[in-house]
């Protein structure tokens, strides 16, 4: 089912953390010691995010990651979409393979939330989260 891992959670994070910074480059070495996480960490979790084109980085003394749109044009769904690939159901099987399949009657109705769930994602911005306290 829907669940957010916890590379979409520093995902997000960096997300804010440059959208607060707004132009200026943000270096993810002194982002990673007060989060508490190596760097190694979240260069690798920037990599889809700057594929995604939803960031960018800039190398040099003064150089550092920034984001690559308005945090208004960022989705949160975006976001998710470019560390984990998409909102998908998961369903329950034997072997890989359903015996219910055809007839099951959680399909749909699972369908229905994650629309829901893809929808509000989409609708929420970057821009709506920052400097809020959450």
């Given at each position: 089912?829907?669940?957010?891992?916890?590379?979409?959670?520093?995902?997000?994070?960096?997300?804010?953390?440059?959208?607060?910074?707004?132009?200026?480059?943000?270096?993810?070495?002194?982002?990673?010691?007060?989060?508490?996480?190596?760097?190694?960490?979240?260069?690798?979790?920037?990599q889809p995010l700057?594929?995604?084109?939803?960031?960018?980085?800039?190398?040099?003394?003064?150089?550092?990651?920034?984001?690559?749109?308005?945090?208004?044009?960022?989705?949160?769904?975006?976001?998710?979409?470019?560390?984990?690939?998409?909102?998908?159901?998961?369903?329950?099987s034997l072997n890989?393979?359903?015996?219910?399949?055809?007839?099951?009657?959680?399909?749909?109705?699972?369908?229905?939330?994650?629309?829901?769930?893809?929808?509000?994602?989409?609708?929420?911005?970057?821009?709506?989260?920052?400097?809020?306290?959450?």
């Amino acid at each position: 089912m829907f669940q957010v891992k916890t590379r979409v959670d520093y995902g997000l994070i960096i997300m804010l953390e440059l959208a607060a910074n707004g132009n200026s480059p943000l270096s993810l070495t002194g982002l990673a010691k007060r989060l508490k996480v190596t760097s190694a960490y979240l260069i690798q979790i920037s990599q889809p995010l700057t594929k995604a084109g939803l960031i960018k980085s800039r190398e040099g003394t003064k150089g550092g990651y920034t984001l690559a749109k308005p945090a208004g044009k960022i989705s949160l769904l975006a976001i998710f979409e470019a560390l984990e690939g998409g909102i998908q159901r998961r369903c329950i099987s034997l072997n890989g393979k359903c015996p219910n399949a055809k007839d099951c009657k959680a399909r749909g109705p699972w369908d229905i939330v994650l629309d829901d769930i893809k929808s509000a994602l989409n609708k929420r911005s970057l821009a709506s989260l920052v400097g809020k306290k959450l």
